[in-house]
Antibody
Framework: QGTLKQSGPALVKPTQTLTLTCTFS??????????VSWIRQPPGKGLEWLAR???????FYRTSLKTRLTISMDTSKNQVVLIMTNMEPADTGTYYC??????????WGQGTLVSVSS | SYVLTQPPSVSVAPGKTASITCGGN??????VHWYQQMPGQVPVLIVQ???DRPSGIPERFSGSNSGNTATLTISRVEAGDEADYYC???????????FGGGTKLTVL
């Protein structure tokens, strides 16, 4: 098992685009069989699945956010990137990347607290 | 969309058994996973595929799944088990990950 390290801004302004990166160490994403999801958690609330990209480039999106999300896997950099456009205050929360070769999430990034405020 | 329903809170005395339910339409036909999240911490997978424990998870944590309800059972509850617990499935019909709303376990 490898480790997942997240990077991205802590603060974005309304209408701006959020880009979060999840970098894998100790495991190669190339032909790994891994499925990598992004999950968020508003302050004091529960977990919400956002999107998933698989090792074979299949992509899946939360229907309600589909028009605002893009997930991609860059095997050359061993990274998974989430882009969320048109950010608004309701998008404030902790964002996690999480991975496994199954339908559960047994490897998690450290989380990135993103605040949306002008 | 597929919905998972958990009680917001469960309270239990130390040494007793806590049961946390996760309701969903025919959830017994799906693989249910459970996570423990301590305050300010990253969620940790504690039960996968209804009843399997990942390496390092104590035997006190067990799961079951049948009909419209999956259950996480914590035996001999300890103060350190106080946390939020989430159930999760992958809904193959919509190709979505789905989490329950979470249950806060309080050890009295």
């Amino acid at each position: 098992q490898g480790t997942l390290k997240q990077s991205g801004p802590a603060l974005v302004k309304p209408t701006q685009t959020l880009t979060l990166t999840c970098t894998f160490s100790g495991i190669s994403l190339h032909k790994s069989g891994l499925r990598v999801s992004w999950i968020r958690q508003p302050p004091g609330k529960g977990l919400e699945w956002l999107a998933r990209v698989d090792w074979d480039d299949d992509e899946f999106y939360r229907t309600s956010l589909k028009t605002r999300l893009t997930i991609s896997m860059d095997t050359s950099k061993n990274q998974v990137v989430l882009i969320m456009t048109n950010m608004e205050p309701a998008d404030t929360g902790t964002y996690y990347c999480a991975a496994s070769r199954d339908t559960f999430f047994n490897q998690w990034g450290q989380g990135t607290l993103v605040s949306v405020s002008s | 969309s597929y919905v998972l329903t958990q009680p917001p809170s469960v309270s239990v005395a130390p040494g007793k058994t806590a049961s946390i339910t996760c309701g969903g339409n025919n959830i017994g036909t799906k693989s249910v996973h459970w996570y423990q999240q301590m305050p300010g911490q990253v969620p940790v997978l504690i039960v996968q595929d209804d009843r399997d424990r990942p390496s390092g998870i104590p035997e006190r944590f067990s799961g079951s799944n049948s009909g419209n309800t999956a259950t996480l059972t914590i035996s001999r509850v300890e103060a350190g088990d106080e946390a939020d617990y989430y159930c999760q499935v992958w809904d193959s019909r919509t190709e979505h990950g789905v989490f329950g709303g979470g249950t806060k376990l309080t050890v009295l």
